[in-house]
């Protein structure tokens, strides 16, 4: 069965702080990870990864793959209140299974 | 921006009935997925659709799920007869070949 496994589930900072989410999955032919930002309701598209070692940068947001132990980061610099959001993780993959399996999120609250 | 679009928004319902949820995926995607998320709970896949016909489902879209693209615009999820455990938020999302998939706002859907 198709895992992924996000952490810490919840992270309360400071604004200005700088935060590292992490999700770490075991999925057959893997294809791509995926990460998703869930404010009220919408899963909002992040990054998309399939190749190890590339970060891939928006902004302050930034996020990298390891294929070889089979985990990513993602890591916000300089956090605002704005960025108080649940931060999905998903998988695509799973013997050509073509949705996505989700971690249970990390819920990040930023404070003033 | 185009957006994949979802109505209605909340659906109350009794316990028996049956109810359709609605979705407009982006205008040139060619897949389309349900996902839901039960309160509290993470992400779960449903079905993915592409060329008419269903090319995936999870155990949970059992014989009371069903789909349809009644046209070249709409997708909808059906559910023949709900139960308590229904309930939960439907996400809508779709993509193009290739690339990420892209979610809509949800139905909430409560059964009493």
């Known amino acids: 069965e198709d895992k992924v496994v996000q952490s810490p589930l919840s992270l309360v900072v400071h604004e200005g702080d700088t935060v590292t989410l992490n999700c770490s999955y075991e999925v057959t032919n893997f294809r791509s990870l995926l990460w998703y930002k869930q404010e009220k309701k919408a899963p909002t598209f992040l990054f998309m990864l399939t190749s190890s070692g590339i970060e891939k940068k928006s902004g302050r947001l930034s996020s990298i793959l390891d294929k070889k132990e089979l985990f990513s980061i993602l890591n916000i610099t300089a956090t605002q209140t704005g960025d108080s959001a649940v931060y999905l993780c998903a998988v695509a993959g799973g013997g050509g299974a073509d949705g996505l399996t989700f971690g249970k999120g990390t819920h990040l609250i930023i404070q003033p | 921006e185009p957006e994949v679009t979802q109505t209605p928004s909340h659906q109350v319902t009794q316990m028996g009935q049956e109810v359709i949820l609605r979705c407009v995926p982006i205008?040139?995607?060619?897949?389309f997925y349900w996902y839901r998320q039960i309160l509290g709970q993470k992400v779960e896949f449903l079905v993915s659709f592409y060329n008419n016909e269903i090319s995936e489902k999870s155990e949970i879209f059992d014989d009371q799920f069903s789909v349809e693209r009644p046209d070249g615009s709409n997708f909808t999820l059906k559910i023949r007869s709900t139960k308590l455990e229904d309930s939960a938020m439907y996400f809508c999302?779709?993509?193009?070949?290739?690339?990420?998939?892209?979610f809509g706002p949800g139905t909430r859907l409560l059964v009493l």
């Open positions: 999302a779709s993509r193009r070949q290739g690339e990420t998939q892209y």
């Open positions: 205008s040139n995607h060619l897949y």
